[in-house]
Structure formats: C-alpha cells, structure tokens
C-alpha cells in the first residue's frame, strides 16, 4: 500500500464509519476513493494508532513526521482490526484525540471536543482535510437537535463556527473513550458491572428509535464510556431521520450486520438491522469481545449466512437478549431494556 506525505491511502476515508451504502462490501474492498490530508502547522498530538476493518492491506499508523512539520502515514503491516484511536495525553487546545472518516476529534475547553475538517486555534489554522463536510456535520446537528437531551446520548451544544464559513460540532468529551478501546485496552469488570453497560446502550438506542432516528452504524465504536461505567451513544453522522430526505449511506461493520435471510439489502427492515447491531453491542460489552474476534470478516459473513453465531455460554446470563436480537424476534428496543432489567434484578450485587 502506497501511503505518502500528505496523503491518505484510498480507503482511509472511510475507516471510522460502515461500509458505503451504495457497494457491496466486497467490491467496495477493491475500490479507490481519493481523499487528502494536509497539515500546515506542527500538531500537538501523541502518538495515535488506528487499524482499519476492511483488510490487512489498509492497516496504517499515524506518526509525527520527522522530516517535516506534516504527518507522515506509514504502513506497518498491522494485523486487521476495528479503528483504534488511543487516547490524547494532552489537554492542550487543538490537539487531536480522534481521526473519522472526513472529520478530526480535537480538545476544546471545559471536556469538550470540536468534531471538524479544520483545526483552528487563536486565528491559525492548525490541521486540514481537504474534503469540507459542512454539510454533513449540519446533518448530524439536526440529528442532535432531533434527540435532545438524554442520560445515554452524547451531549452536543450545536454548531460553532471556528472560522469564517468553518464549523464544527461542539460535543462533550468521553474521558474514558470509546467502548471498544477500553475493552481492547482493560481486563474485563465485574459481570454486573457489564450488563449495567449494555442495558445503558440499550436505553439509549430506545429513546433514539422514540425519537425518530436510525443509528445505522451502531457498534462499540460509537458507544462512549464515561465516570462509573456509564455509556452514551454518539457518532450519528450516517444516522436516518423519519419523514426526512435522509437517506443510509453506510452500513454496519460485518459483525453488527443482519444477514440477508433470502431479503435484498434494500429490504432489509432498519429497525431489526438495528436491533441485530445492539445483539452484537451486548455481545461485545458482556463478554468483552467482538463475535468471532479470530476470524477474517469474509468468515464471519459466511458463518451469518449460516446462521451460526458466536457460543453465548459464557454469558448465559444475557443469552435471551442477545439471540433475540439476532434472531429477529424482538420488535423494539424496548424489549432489550426490559430483558437487561430483568437480568440484573436477579444478579447478585457481589457478582464480579
């Protein structure tokens, strides 16, 4: 993979989100979409690693250049794996946290974060993409406006312009991550702890659909841990609105995937691929891994298809909720809160 100054590899672009709507994910595997990273200034950044999902050929890392004050994108071969980002060390203004599909996660004031294609910090432009997505961080915006405020959904304070005609979307910051870093990254909590977690998606996901809103790109990725375990959703940028023109551009990554079961994609039912993606969010917080975390994602598609499904012994406890999920026999979110609630009034508090 050739990967240069200045430039990010093709499918970069698409690292942090699902799967473009509008491909197959395995012609979307062999396909270029250009996309181009600049910076003009040093960044006050850590070092920050991130694997993509798609293949072992677009596994990248992300260092400060040593010849000049750009970035270089080197490829060391990593093993596949979900978009890491590791956390910033520094609480400086401007610094990066977090790099998406078209968008920087940077430090802002009082743990926040701005989510934006520019960087600027005391009238100077410190980090660009050279792809504007004004459009798309209003979209999201709307999406925030259209869930309000809640408990398990990532505070937003709305759009600020940074700079004449540059906006990005002022979040709250996660001082804990994203789920699926901490899991890479800690031994696993106590089961009660755990179940607490996923119920806290489940509620949140809920009051998204009461709402009016389709995630469509629910995954551990964008679920956000904060003080004592708790969870927020976050990252609707490919999210679906009801009765709006919004269409679903991305779909979820091969593990949260509802399987065809004889159905086009266009036919599959948004809420049951919703509800498939929550199965394998618990599946992933309870037992403290992806489903089939071994196996290539062509595997793990085949293996969907077949209806064959990552053992639940272990985590016996949530089996229920889980495989209805899969299954397809839940009808609301509803049903996985009450499934969750019921599990931990019976777990002892001393479960660990």
Known sequence: ???????????????????????HRRLFRSI???????????????????KTRVTTRFSAQLARCPVCPALTWLDPGLPPAQLRTMSATTSEIGSIIGIGASCFASVYINQTVFKGYEIWVDGRRRSYTGRPCEEALRREASVYQQLG???????????????????????????????????????????????????????GLAHVH???????????????????????????????????????EVC?????????????????PMINRELFALGSSVYEIVAWERPFPSL????????????????????????????NCWKEVYKTADDAVASLDEVLAVLPEEDG
């Open 32 to 50: 270029n979409l250009p996309a181009r990273l600049v910076h003009s200034t040093p960044l006050p950044l850590p070092l920050i690693t991130f």
């Open 149 to 203: 405020k809640h408990p398990r959904i990532l505070d937003c304070y709305g759009l600020v312009e940074s700079h004449p005609g540059v906006h990005s979307l002022h979040l709250e910051l996660a001082p804990l991550g994203n789920v699926r870093q901490y899991i890479d990254d800690h031994s696993l909590p106590p089961s009660r702890t755990r179940i607490s977690m996923a119920l806290d998606t489940a509620v």
């Open 252 to 268: 979820e990554e091969a593990r949260y995937e509802l399987p065809c079961r004889s159905r086009s994609f266009d036919d599959w």
């Open 296 to 323: 290539k994602e062509e595997e793990v598609e085949e293996r969907y298809a077949r209806e064959e499904f990552p053992s639940l012994d272990i985590i016996s406890a949530v089996r229920p909720t889980i495989t």
């Open 210 to 248: 009461a709402r009016g809103v389709r995630h469509a790109d629910l995954s551990c990725r964008n679920l956000f841990l904060f003080n004592g375990f708790r969870v927020k959703i976050g990252d609707f940028g490919a999210s679906v609105v009801e009765g709006s023109n919004f269409t679903p």
């Open 1 to 23: 993979m050739l990967l240069q100054h200045g430039f990010v590899s093709p499918l970069t672009a698409f690292m942090s989100g699902g799967f473009p709507r509008r491909f």
